[in-house]
């Protein structure tokens, strides 16, 4: 098995870069970019996964002092992308809604039309549905604060078990439940209001 502190490690680097040598940084980058990009490609729009993966690992070299070693590298860094993604929405929704109910297209909202009516599911084509659905998601997603959003992306989407959640948000477990019981049932409330069509308001 290799130490932690054998040439190469984490460890190892992070230990360069405290004794001053910077460009080591470079080394994590390149370990760990798929790590980070697959983080953020599940979490923010693909033309901002770029800009924000950058932003990640300038968080994560600023923070590097505080780094005790007590997770392993990948988890402490895989904690700040997805902080840094709950951020992004964080932002986005103090600069503008994402997405409006004008802005869902006409085969979207007749399928709307066909859930508020009680039309059977059956008797709609599955593909269009199943593209229908998506969009009301991602208008449900966009109406949620940062926070709710991150959650119910990891517990639901990415189906991650809440204690590994838990350890990304740098929340309890038990504030994992409790916020993601709420994020639920505001997400209802959402999709509740779009099939009445009444605009919900970020």
């Not at 932002?91 to 039309?119: F, I, K, M, N, Y």
């Not at 659905?133 to 989407?157: C, F, G, K, P």
């Not at 409790?178 to 409330?189: D, G, L, Q, T």
Request: with cysteine.
């Amino acid at each position: 098995m290799t130490s932690i502190d054998a040439p190469g490690s984490d460890q190892a680097i992070i230990e360069r870069i405290r004794n001053g040598e910077v460009n080591a940084f470079n080394e994590l980058i390149t370990r760990y970019r798929a790590l980070v990009f697959a983080i953020v490609l599940k979490h923010v729009p693909r033309n901002r996964a770029e800009e924000l993966a950058h932003d990640i690992f300038v968080e994560a070299y600023k923070a590097l002092p505080g780094y005790r070693g007590v997770a392993q590298f990948r988890n402490w860094l895989a904690g700040i992308a997805v902080r840094q993604c709950c951020s992004f929405w964080r932002r986005a929704g103090r600069e503008q809604a994402v997405c409006r109910l004008s802005d869902l297209s006409g085969a979207t909202q007749t399928w709307l039309d066909q859930a508020s009516q009680a039309v059977s599911r059956e008797t709609a084509e599955r593909q269009e549905q199943q593209r229908s659905a998506r969009e009301v998601l991602a208008y449900a997603l966009d109406r949620l604060s940062a926070e709710e959003r991150t959650l119910i992306t990891l517990l639901h989407l990415e189906e991650r078990p809440v204690r590994e959640a838990a350890g990304l948000l740098g929340l309890s477990a038990v504030n994992v439940k409790v916020r993601a019981h709420r994020a639920r049932a505001r997400m209802r409330r959402i999709i509740l209001k779009l099939l009445q069509h009444d605009e919900v308001q970020p």
